[in-house]
């Protein structure tokens, strides 16, 4: 599976990546399609989430893999990721969710 490098994180971000790792061990990142949690980077612990040949990893933070289903990185390609942190509450197997903040997207287009 080819890593594409095309995802990057905040500080703020890095740091909390950081704390979750300790927490929790090895973590995965997987971009929801807009199902049951909406369009949330999920931060799971490892073997939560079967990742298969229909991910895509477009690249690691803090030695954290992050996916998305190809389907999904069609309509994606062509943006950089940024991962943030915002308060709040994210998606419900998200491991950052009882800290009241949740991983947050942007993007913009590549050039």
Request: glycine fraction near 12%; charged fraction near 25%; aromatic fraction near 8%.
């Amino acid at each position: 599976m080819a890593v594409l490098e095309q995802v990057y994180a905040t500080d703020q971000a890095r740091s909390l990546i950081n704390e979750l790792k300790k927490e929790h061990g090895n973590l995965i990142f997987h971009q929801s399609g807009g199902c049951c949690d909406g369009s949330s980077p999920m931060c799971l612990k490892e073997g939560m989430m079967i990742i298969g040949d229909v991910d895509v990893q477009l690249g690691e933070i803090e030695g954290v893999p992050f996916y998305m289903n190809h389907k999904q990185y069609e309509y994606w390609k062509h943006t950089q990721i940024t991962l943030d942190v915002v308060k709040g509450i994210g998606g419900m197997f998200s491991v950052e969710g009882p800290r009241g903040v949740r991983f947050h997207i942007r993007s913009e287009p590549i050039e």
